[in-house]
C-alpha cells in the first residue's frame, strides 16, 4: 500500500507527456483537477460525448484540449484513463483498439470502474487478453453530484484507489498508475480482480441494494408521508445512500452480477436467522447477533479513514435560511440561467403519457420539478436522471399509468398541483394530491370546479384548498370553458383533462396566458388548436415521444435583466431564454420603462423561441403598466418592483389579483419589504404604486432586514435590491430558492454581487 503525505511536490513523481481521460464527468474530471493541484506539468486532453463537458472542462482549466471522437484524442498518449460506465467500456474499448498504433510507444491504458471481472472481461473481447501495459483500477471515492462542473481536486486526498494488476501486468506500467494516484494524495494498494469484486459486492455493492430496497418499500406505503417526515436521524444516515445515482447502480448490479448475489445469499440467510430469533422471542440471540454486530461496527470505525464509497445523500438543510446581501456591486458577465420551471413540468408529464422514450435536455432540477418526477415515478413511469438537465422518461402511454400506493406529493408547486389535478382526473384509478404547508393554502377550487363540470369527482379540504382526493374512473365529457380569470395553470389542467375526455374540450381565456402545453402537445403529436382567444382538442388521441430541449427560464433571467437594469455601468447577456411570446411581459415592461435591452441570436428550439438577452445600463423611468401585459409578467413582478424603486417617478400596477393568491400575499409581501429600506409605496387590491429614486448617483433606498415569507422570488428580488442599496439587506427564510433556481447563489456572486448565506437557523 502507498501511503501519502499532506504536501505533494511539483509533478508528484509523474513523469507522462500527455495524459487522456475517456470520460470526463465527476471521476475524470477530479482525476485532472487533482493533478493540476498536485503540479503536473504535462499536457491533459479529455474525450466525452458531451461537448458541453469538454467545453466546460477547457473553461475550467482543468484541461488542454479535447473532443468527442476518442480517436481524434489518442495521438502521441501515453497514458489513458477509461473513465466511462462499466456497460460502456466494452465500445469504448472496441474504439481504442484501431486508435492506440497513434498513441506513444510507451502508452499505459488504466481505468476507474467498480465492477473488475466484467472490465478484465471486456479487455480479453476485445484485445483477446489483459495487455500487459493495461492496469485495471478503482477509486474508491465519489459524490452525489455528477459532471466536470463538480470536479473536486481533493476528491480522492485520504481515500483508497485499488489496483487490481493481471500476473504478467508490465512493472514499469503498474508503477505509473501507481504514482497518478498517489499524485492524487490516493492511499493506494494492490489486491486480485475476484477479492476486489467480492470485497466491494459486501461492503459497498450489497449497502446500496438494501437501502434502494428498504426506502423503495417504504415509499410505497400508504402512510409513507408520515414514515418519512417522522423518521429520525438513523433512518436519514442508513438510506442515504438510496439517493445515489439508479442508472449507475443498475449497470453495477448487473456487471457484478455473480458477486452481488453471493453477498445477498449470506445477507438473506442471516436476516432469517434474525426473523427466527424475533418470532420465537429469542433474547439470548438477539444480544448476541447485536453485540457482534455493535462490536464490529466500532472496529470499523476504527478503520475508516473519513471516506465513503457510498455517494452522500444531499439532504435540505431543516430550518430557516438567511441571505445577508451587501451594498452595492456590479453586473458583469455571460451566464445560462437554469432550465423553464413550467416547460420541465409538463416535459415529464407529458413524455410519461407518450409512446415511447422522451429525452430531455435543459431540465431544471429544482425542488418542485423533481416532486413532479418522483411522483411518475410513483405511478410507474421508469425515468432515468436527473444528470446535469438531463432525463430519460420511459413512456407508458396514454393509459399506462398505475395506482400510487399513497397520496402524491408535489412539494411548494401549484403547477404541479393543478396540471396533476387534470391528468389525475382522467385515470382508471384513485388518487391523491397533497403538498406543503404553503401550497395546502392555496386555492384549488378554480381547477376543481370546472373538472367537475367535465363529470370529474373531487373532493378539497375547506375552502377549496389542497389535499385534492380524486375519484377514478370518471367519464369525462369536453366542456367550453370561459375562464373568469387569465391561468395557464387552470388552462393546461382543463387540456389535459380534454386528453382523456370524450368529445372536445375548448378553453377561452380572457387575456393571453403563457402557451407552453399547447406547443408542446403539438410537439408530441397531439394537436391543439387556437382561434384567438380560444384553444381546442379533441379527447381520445396518443402522444408520441421525442426529444425535448427545455430553454432557459424567463422568470429566473428576470432577476439578472433587473440587476443589469438598476446598476450603472452594467452589462449582462442571459443565453438560450424562452421568449416565448406568452412569457414576455417582462421584457415589454423594461422596454417601455427605458431598458437598454437587445434580443440576440433568435432561433426556435422544438417548437419554442430562444434567444441570448443583452441588457446594460439606462435610466429608467416609473410608467402605469399595461393592463395587458400583466398576465404576461405575473412571476416577474417581485423582480419588476425593485425595477420600479429604482425608476424616476411613479410605477403604477393594477390588474393583478392574481399576485395575491401565489407562494404569498405578493403585492403585500414587497410593499412591506420596501417599506423596510423605506421606499415610498400605495397598496390597493388589485395593484401598488411604487415611488422611486431615479438618481443614478445615489443609493435607491437603504438596508434592512426583509421577511420573504418563505417565498423564493421574494427572497430573490430583495437579494437583486441590493445593487442599489446604502447598507446590507439580510433576507430570512430564503431555502425556498432552491424550488425555482438552484445555484442563484453561485450565479450572483459570479456577475459581481456580495451575497452570504449566513446559515440554517433552527
Known amino acids: 500500500m502507498t501511503s501519502v503525505g499532506e504536501k505533494m511536490p511539483a509533478g508528484a513523481g509523474i513523469d507522462e507527456s500527455r495524459l487522456l481521460i475517456v470520460g470526463l464527468g465527476l471521476i475524470g474530471g477530479s482525476l485532472a483537477s487533482a493533478l493540476r493541484v498536485a503540479g503536473f506539468e504535462g499536457q491533459i486532453v479529455g474525450c466525452d460525448p458531451n461537448p458541453d463537458e469538454i467545453a466546460r472542462g477547457i473553461e475550467m482549466g482543468l484541461i488542454d484540449s479535447g473532443g ?69 483500477g478503482h477509486p474508491i471515492a465519489g459524490s452525489e453530484k455528477s459532471g466536470v462542473s463538480a ?24 508503477t505509473r498508475v501507481s504514482a497518478l494516484w498517489t499524485a ?30 428498504l426506502v423503495d418499500t417504504l415509499a410505497r406505503q400508504d402512510d409513507r408521508l408520515d414514515i418519512f417526515r417522522y423518521a429520525a436521524g438513523g433512518f436519514r444516515d442508513f438510506t442515504r445512500i438510496a439517493g445515489s445515482d439508479p442508472v449507475m447502480w443498475r449497470d453495477i448490479f448487473i456487471a457484478n452480477r455473480q458477486a452481488v448475489l453471493s453477498s445477498l445469499d449470506d445477507f438473506e440467510a442471516g436476516l432469517a436467522r434474525l426473523r427466527k430469533a424475533v418470532e420465537q422471542g429469542d433474547s439470548d440471540a438477539l444480544i448476541a447477533t447485536f453485540d457482534r454486530a455493535s462490536h464490529a461496527r466500532h472496529y470499523f470505525d476504527t478503520l475508516l479513514n473519513k471516506t465513503t464509497y457510498q455517494a452522500e445523500y444531499h439532504m435540505q438543510p431543516e430550518g430557516k435560511v438567511t441571505y445577508r446581501v451587501r451594498p452595492g456591486g456590479q453586473a458583469q458577465g455571460r451566464l445560462r440561467v437554469p432550465g423553464d420551471k413550467s416547460m420541465s413540468h409538463r416535459s415529464i408529464m407529458l413524455g410519461a403519457l407518450a409512446d415511447g422514450v422522451t429525452e430531455v435536455k435543459g431540465f431544471l432540477e429544482g425542488e418542485d420539478s423533481l416532486a413532479t418526477l418522483q411522483a411518475f415515478r410513483e405511478m410507474g413511469v421508469a425515468i432515468e436522471g436527473p444528470h446535469q438537465g438531463r432525463v430519460t422518461i420511459h413512456g407508458v402511454g396514454m393509459h399506462g399509468l398505475k395506482a400510487p400506493s399513497g397520496p402524491l406529493y408535489v412539494g411548494n408547486s401549484g403547477t404541479a398541483m393543478r396540471l396533476f389535478a387534470g391528468l389525475l382526473a382522467g385515470q382508471a384509478f384513485d388518487s391523491e394530491l397533497t403538498g406543503d ?33 380524486i375519484k377514478g ?38 387575456a393571453p396566458t403563457r402557451d407552453h402545453t399547447e406547443r408542446m402537445l403539438n410537439g408530441f403529436g397531439y394537436p391543439v388548436s387556437r382561434d384567438g382567444d380560444t384553444c381546442w382538442l379533441q379527447g381520445g388521441g396518443k402522444l408520441t415521444a421525442g426529444p425535448i430541449d427545455v430553454p432557459s427560464d424567463i ?25 416565448n411570446p ?5 421584457i415589454n415592461i423594461l422596454n417601455l420603462m427605458g431598458a437598454n435591452l437587445a434580443l440576440e441570436n433568435q432561433r426556435e428550439v422544438g417548437g419554442e423561441p430562444v434567444a441570448d438577452i443583452r441588457i446594460r445600463y439606462a435610466p429608467l423611468s416609473g410608467i402605469e403598466i399595461p393592463v395587458d401585459q400583466v398576465p404576461l409578467a405575473i412571476d416577474e413582478f417581485p423582480a419588476l418592483f425593485i425595477a420600479a424603486a429604482n425608476a424616476k417617478g411613479t410605477t403604477r400596477l393594477r390588474g393583478a389579483e392574481e399576485l395575491r393568491v401565489k ?64 447598507d446590507d439587506i439580510v433576507i430570512d427564510d430564503c431555502a425556498n430558492v432552491a424550488t425555482s433556481f438552484p445555484g442563484f447563489v453561485d450565479l450572483v456572486t459570479r456577475v459581481g454581487m456580495t451575497l452570504s448565506v449566513e446559515g440554517v437557523h433552527g
Open 555 to 579: 422568470s429566473s433571467a428576470t432577476f439578472f435583466l433587473v440587476a443589469a437594469a438598476i446598476t450603472p455601468g452594467s452589462d449582462i447577456t442571459l443565453e438560450h431564454v424562452g421568449i
Open 437 to 469: 404547508e404553503s401550497l395546502n393554502k392555496r386555492p384549488m377550487a378554480r381547477v376543481a370546479d370546472p373538472l367537475r363540470l367535465m363529470g370529474a369527482t373531487i373532493d378539497t379540504a375547506e375552502g377549496g384548498r389542497p389535499p385534492l382526493n
Open 184 to 213: 492524487c494524495g490516493a492511499d493506494v494498494l494492490e489486491m486480485s480482480v475476484e477479492h476486489h469484486d467480492h470485497v466491494l459486492a459486501r461492503t459497498s455493492h450489497l449497502p446500496h441494494l438494501l437501502a434502494f430496497s
Open 68 to 136: 468527442t471522437e476518442l480517436g481524434d484524442q489518442v495521438t502521441d498518449a501515453s497514458l489513458i484513463v477509461l473513465a466511462v460506465p462499466v456497460l460502456a467500456m466494452e465500445t469504448v474499448m472496441r474504439t481504442l483498439v484501431g486508435a492506440l498504433p497513434k498513441a506513444a510507444p510507451d502508452v499505459v491504458i488504466t481505468d476507474v470502474g467498480s465492477t473488475k471481472a466484467a472490465i478484465r472481461a471486456c479487455a480479453e473481447r476485445v484485445f483477446g487478453g489483459v495487455p500487459v501495459n493495461m492496469v485495471l
Open 151 to 174: 470536479a473536486n481536486p481533493d476528491l480522492y486526498r485520504h481515500h483508497k484507489v485499488i489496483l487490481t494488476p493481471e500476473p504478467d501486468v508490465d512493472a514499469a506500467a503498474l
Open 473 to 510: 374512473g370518471a367519464a369525462l365529457k369536453g366542456i367550453d370553458y370561459d375562464m373568469p380569470m387569465a391561468s395557464a395553470q387552470v388552462k393546461s389542467c382543463l387540456l389535459l383533462a380534454g386528453l382523456y375526455a370524450e368529445g372536445e374540450t375548448r378553453v377561452r381565456e380572457p
Open 582 to 586: 406568452t412569457r414576455i411581459g417582462v
Open 663 to 726: 407562494e404569498s400575499d405578493r403585492i403585500q409581501a414587497m410593499a412591506d419589504g420596501l417599506a423596510v429600506l423605506g421606499v415610498e409605496n400605495r397598496v390597493v387590491a388589485d395593484g401598488i404604486d411604487i415611488v422611486g429614486n431615479g438618481d443614478d448617483q445615489v443609493a435607491s433606498y437603504g438596508g434592512g432586514r426583509i421577511d420573504s415569507l418563505g417565498d423564493h422570488r421574494i427572497a430573490m428580488a430583495f437579494a437583486i435590491a441590493g445593487l442599489r442599496a446604502s
